[in-house]
Each structure stands twice: as structure tokens, then as C-alpha cells.
């Protein structure tokens, strides 16, 4: 869709305002809206002059402030009527960023749709026409969520900091006889246990009718409380990204205008398990999938996709900066949770970093690795592009990842995993931003120095603040030091 064919579809549709997206650093959606008749043709190709980036998050200096927002008509989508309480027809599009402070604009560098789009340029270099995605989205959806009193408690004097969680799906509900799953027990039950099943069809059917997202499956994942689960039909890397925040930010009103309350964050119950991202990729010339072998005995894997497991595994460390931004991410990275820790692959093996699926032989249209590293915290726009950036490095370095591991990579001992060289991910936020730090110049061709700067740097910031701040944990543990 172009701009003449935008502007015929809000007259035919009767759109009366338009809800311009993008992301900032850490891939938090924004918005701005204008009634649908404020919007001219011109304004595609000039821009919108609305954007203050001093207000953002990792955008810029109140100095340097003036930013351009340019419309992308290939984006456009009528939004589903939740966004609004159906009180009238609202559509979206996303929009690319530009400098207002220059003569001539020029596309912002922390535009995170900007640099995965520049990842994709980069595929042409390696014969590489397109790369396509599949990420499986997890999350949660409680009845509610109570943080008290405050989070700036342990600053003040008015009492302490805790939080709560309902739903009647836990086992500590009262009266939920029929619907309570216990701890690591909530994989595919069916009704009345699954209280999200109609929920998760509702998002489902919306996501196709009105963003055009394809769903492959819905289910209830692993932990108890409403943990789900809706896995993406791949497909290329900056309408996946578009449709990855779109599906988030679509999950969270959905659940808002049902009374409850969807989360992305990784693990926010002790000793269940947490939400993953996992993301499957592929390599493509054209109509050929460059990671098919049908020659390959183990795995049917091309060299080119050893190599490009051989990349992602060489930069796991540093990559964790970007796949895993939360302090809270690491509280998933621990054993025996099905979350990796180890960095090595594995043909359907699911204690590895990354695993090749199996399910059927001579399927070239299927071949892919899976990434089981990333959590849903993640900017899909940053992770994409670094993925992308890690595996083509790879290829060009020739980093063949050797053998696949077949054994329970959690059950191995010390020294047999030294025997193997498998290495281990960090162990918190602090922990990747040092490895970034060390290992950033695969990153470069597209990321900007100023941009990694400002990331590690805002991330630095969130670390020493949790580091700093007492939990409820602790002062239970030590009150009585």
C-alpha cells in the first residue's frame, strides 16, 4: 500500500483518527494521534514535524531535540475496536525517524526500526536475499498485579515493598477447586483448568483480521497463573518486528479490557518457570533456503547454517545484552527451568542454546535453528538485527560450532562439558553488559558507536539501581543480622 492508496482507505473507510507507532531504545511502544483529516499525501514523503526526543527514553538531548516522523503506508491497519471501547474508527501506522536538526533529514540512528532494516541490507553481501523470523511469544495474564506500597519504598519512611499476584489459575487461590494448576504443571491442560483459552482465541482471530499477523498455535505454557503461549508464522525481518510489537501491545489492551493484566516480564514467579522468546531463523536465496542440506546426515544443516550457529554461539555472551535486557531476565537463565544456560546446540535438544527442530526429514521449506536464548523483554527490532549480525558474522569467519550435543546438557558434569567447550551465559544484566562492552565490533556495521554507548549506558543505570535497592527477600533473610 502506498500513500494514495492510505488516503483512499481512511476516506473509504471513514477513519477518524489516525495512531502514528514507534519504539524507543528499549522497544517500548509509543504513540501520537491526529484526526484522520489532518493528514495530507505529502506528509509520507516530508515527515511530520510532532516528535520531542528529549522525552524519550535513549532518544536525545533537550538541545538536540527536533525529530521527523515519516509514515510507512505499508503499515497501515485499521486497529480493532479495543483500542477505543468502539467509539469510533481508529487506524495506526508505523513511522521511520528522522533528524529535524540538519538541512538535509537524515534517519535517526536510535531508530530501531532504522537498524534492523539496515541488518537486512547487510544479508545482500552474504548472497542472502532475505532472512525470515518466527519468534514464540510467552506471557502472562493474572487477574492482577499489586506492588505496595510503592517503588520508591526503600527510599522513603512510610514502610516497606512487596508485591502480590492474582489469579485463579495458582494454587494459592482460594476457591478455584476446578481451575488451580500447580507449580510447572500448566502445559496443554484443556478446560475448565485453561481459564485463557477463549482469551488467547479472542487475540488470535483479531491479530488476522486486523493487523494480518498468522498465528501457527495458542496454548497454555508451562507455569501455572495463566502463562501462554502464541508462536508467529515466520516470516521477513522488519514485518515480523512490526507485527512482534504490534501482538505485544495487542495482548495487553485485550487483556486490560477483560480486567486483566498481561505481562512480558520473564519470570515473575519464584520457582515456576518463566517466559521465553524463543526465535526461529532461516537464510534465504530467493526461493532456496540456504540452511537446507538434504545431503547433511545429522541434520540436514548446510555449512552456511553451522556457520551461522557457529556466530550466534561465539557472541552468546555479549548478545545477552540485547536478548535478555532485564535485570529480571537472568532470574530465567538458571538450570532445570527449560531455559539455556550453556552455550552449544543440539539437533531437538532443548538444554541447548540453540536446537535444530526435527519433526520431519527433507522438508527444505522447514529447515531453521531456534534460538532458545531471548526472553519477551527483548526490543524484536534490536534482537533481530543483532541475531542477523552474529550469524552472518559467523559465516564470514567460517566458525563451524562442531559437533552437536545429544546428552541433557544440565545433567553434564564440569569436566565433561570443558571436554566439549561448552561456556556458560552470564549471569546477570551486569555480567552482558561487560561482555558487550569487549564485543561489540560485529555489531558496528550497523549499530553506531553512539547508539551501543547510550544502550549500555541506560542499561548500566537500571543494574545499580536494582543492585542498590533492598527486597523484601532480603530483609526477611537478614533483618536479624
Not at 502445559?187 to 493487523?211: A, E, G, N, V
Not at 486483566?260 to 533456503?289: C, R, Y
Request: hydrophobic content about 40%; proline content about 5%; charged content about 25%.
Amino acid at each position: 500500500m502506498d500513500a494514495g492508496a492510505v488516503m483512499d482507505r481512511l476516506r473509504k473507510e471513514k477513519v477518524a483518527f489516525i495512531d502514528f507507532w514507534f519504539v524507543d531504545i528499549i522497544g517500548e511502544l509509543h504513540r501520537m494521534g491526529m484526526p484522520a483529516y489532518g493528514i495530507a499525501e505529502d506528509n509520507f514523503e516530508n515527515g511530520l514535524e510532532k516528535l520531542d526526543a528529549s522525552s524519550i527514553v535513549g532518544f536525545s538531548s533537550v538541545n538536540k531535540s527536533d525529530m521527523v516522523m515519516k509514515p510507512d503506508p505499508s503499515t497501515f491497519r485499521i486497529l480493532p475496536p479495543d483500542y477505543d471501547n468502539g467509539k469510533r474508527r481508529n487506524a495506526r501506522m508505523f513511522c521511520d525517524l528522522y533528524e529535524g536538526n540538519t538541512d538535509e533529514a537524515s534517519r535517526f540512528n536510535r531508530d530501531s526500526r532504522g537498524i534492523v532494516q539496515k541488518a537486512e541490507a547487510e544479508l545482500a553481501n552474504y548472497g542472502v536475499t532475505h532472512a525470515m523470523f518466527g519468534p514464540e511469544l510467552e506471557f502472562f495474564v493474572f487477574d492482577a498485579i499489586n506492588v505496595y506500597p510503592s517503588p520508591y519504598a526503600a527510599t522513603h519512611s512510610y514502610g516497606g515493598s512487596g508485591y502480590s499476584i492474582e489469579s485463579k489459575e495458582s494454587p494459592w487461590a482460594k476457591g478455584n477447586v476446578s481451575t488451580a494448576i500447580g507449580l510447572r504443571e500448566g502445559y496443554y491442560p484443556s478446560q475448565p483448568k485453561d481459564t485463557m483459552d477463549s482469551l488467547r482465541k479472542d487475540i488470535c482471530d483479531d491479530l488476522h483480521s486486523y493487523f494480518g499477523v498468522m498465528v501457527e498455535a495458542e496454548h497454555h505454557e508451562v507455569a501455572t497463573s495463566g502463562q501462554s503461549e502464541i508462536n508467529l508464522r515466520y516470516g521477513e525481518m522488519s514485518g515480523m518486528a512490526d507485527a512482534v510489537v504490534s501482538v505485544k501491545n495487542f495482548i495487553k489492551v485485550k487483556a486490560k479490557r477483560a480486567g486483566k493484566v498481561a505481562t512480558f516480564m520473564s519470570k515473575p514467579i519464584f520457582g515456576d518457570n518463566a517466559s521465553a522468546m524463543h526465535t526461529h531463523q532461516s537464510l534465504w536465496n530467493g526461493e532456496s533456503n540456504l540452511m537446507f542440506d538434504a545431503d547433511d546426515p545429522v541434520a540436514q544443516l548446510s555449512q552456511v547454517g553451522r556457520y551461522y550457529i557457529g556466530g550466534l554461539l561465539d557472541h552468546a555472551p555479549a548478545l545477552c545484552a540485547i536478548t535478555n535486557p532485564t535485570t529480571n531476565s537472568y532470574k530465567r537463565l538458571v538450570p532445570n527451568f527449560e531455559a539455556p544456560v550453556n552455550v552449544c546446540w543440539g539437533i531437538g535438544n532443548r538444554s541447548a542454546a540453540i536446537r535444530v527442530p526435527m519433526y520431519l526429514r527433507n522438508q527444505e521449506k522447514s529447515k531453521r535453528i531456534e534460538y532458545r536464548v531471548p526472553d519477551p523483554t527483548a526490543n524484536i527490532y534490536l534482537l533481530e538485527a543483532a541475531l542477523v549480525l552474529a550469524g552472518l558474522d559467523g559465516i564470514r569467519r567460517k566458525l563451524d560450532p562442531g559437533e552437536p550435543i545429544e546428552e541433557n546438557v544440565y545433567k553434564m558434569s564440569a569436566q565433561k562439558k570443558r571436554e566439549h567447550q561448552i561456556g556458560s551465559l552470564p549471569s546477570t544484566l551486569r555480567g552482558t553488559l561487560d561482555a558487550l562492552g569487549s564485543d561489540r565490533a560485529f555489531l558496528e556495521r550497523v549499530f553506531t558507536a553512539d547508539f551501543l554507548d547510550a544502550y549500555i549506558a541506560l542499561k548500566r543505570d537500571e543494574y545499580a539501581a536494582f543492585a542498590q535497592t533492598p527486597t523484601a527477600w532480603e530483609v526477611s533473610m537478614y533483618a536479624d543480622a
